[in-house]
């Protein structure tokens, strides 16, 4: 039975955070809410029977459906998931390891430095192809398993690995063009 009160409260919860989440993807506030909106009603619509500990990652996909149909419609084409590969990374967790806070010159952050460093991820997230930057923010914001991921985009965990891993590479080598990586 439908809870409304349940749905209320997950999707109150949850929707800063992906609306921040579409909006990297999609790049327009307005479309941005629409998909946000329309992925609510999806789950409500069509899962309310289920279990709310399932909600999150049936939004999750939901929401990534969305933002697919969003380009498939808007290029009227299928989006292109593989883009241009060159490098090799040895550990995927590499790239995080290597922009923490001892890379750093100051290690004390400012309020200052922290917003520029936001600004410079932003951008360096912008350089991203879409598949790419899809499995960087289920995989390192939304913190989902390569299984979960996987589950979310439709693909196999080898091609999450894949792409988290060139979204890895690609993004180490903006902020070492920024002068953030070492």
Not at 99 to 117: A, G, T
Not at 166 to 174: H, K, N, P, V, Y
Request: charge should be negative; hydrophobic fraction near 35%; aromatic fraction near 10%.
């Amino acid at each position: 039975m439908l809870n409304i009160k349940e749905f209320d409260s997950f999707f109150k919860e949850n929707e800063k955070r992906f609306y921040k989440k579409i909006y990297f993807l999609v790049k327009d506030e307005d479309v941005a809410l629409d998909i946000l909106q329309d992925s609510m009603i999806k789950l409500m619509e069509n899962y309310s029977s289920k279990d709310k500990d399932e909600w999150p990652l049936l939004f999750h996909t939901i929401v990534s459906n969305c933002v697919n149909d969003y380009f498939r419609k808007k290029n009227n084409q299928t989006i292109q998931y593989m883009s241009d590969f060159s490098g090799e990374i040895e550990d995927e967790e590499q790239f995080l390891d290597s922009i923490s806070s001892e890379h750093i010159e100051d290690s004390q952050f400012n309020l200052k430095y922290s917003k520029e460093i936001i600004v410079i991820l932003q951008d360096a997230l912008e350089t991203l192809p879409l598949r790419q930057k899809e499995a960087f923010l289920l995989r390192y914001l939304d913190e989902l398993s390569i299984t979960e991921t996987a589950e979310v985009m439709k693909c196999s965990e080898g091609s999450v690995k894949t792409h988290c891993s060139r979204a890895c590479i690609a993004l180490a080598d903006f902020l070492k063009k920024k002068g953030i990586n070492k």
